[in-house]
């Protein structure tokens, strides 16, 4: 298997397996996300707890564009969403030095 297919699965199947803790031991309500908002139960415990939550999300960014548009390329982001098919020429065009639109948000939670 592509060592690049490889880090996308292990990612992915990463951010299930928190979601999934998460919600079953009650750290996040049931609420749809909605751009940037993170749905909790508590409001963070300070202003410089927000800002370390924002600094780890703007420092994994680059990471994440970097596997995104790899997996992108060789048709994985569409196997995740259950489609079969590689991006079309138009898609590669429009997206070769930027995340599709979707994922625009800071926490890349359209990724999975």
Do not use: C
Request: aromatic letters at 10%; charged letters at 25%.
């Amino acid at each position: 298997m592509n060592p690049v297919a490889l880090l996308v699965v292990i990612a992915v199947l990463g951010f299930i397996v928190v979601g999934v803790a998460a919600v079953l031991y009650g750290t996040v309500d049931r609420k749809p996300l909605s751009g940037t908002e993170f749905y909790t139960d508590r409001p963070p415990a300070s202003f410089e707890e927000m800002v370390e939550q924002q600094k780890m999300a703007e420092a994994l960014r680059p990471i994440m564009e970097m596997l995104y548009k790899e997996a992108f390329e060789h048709g994985y982001v569409y196997a995740l969403r259950g489609e079969v098919r590689a991006p079309t020429a138009e898609e590669r065009e429009r997206w070769s030095y930027s995340l599709p639109p979707e994922a625009s948000a800071p926490d890349l939670r359209a990724v999975a």
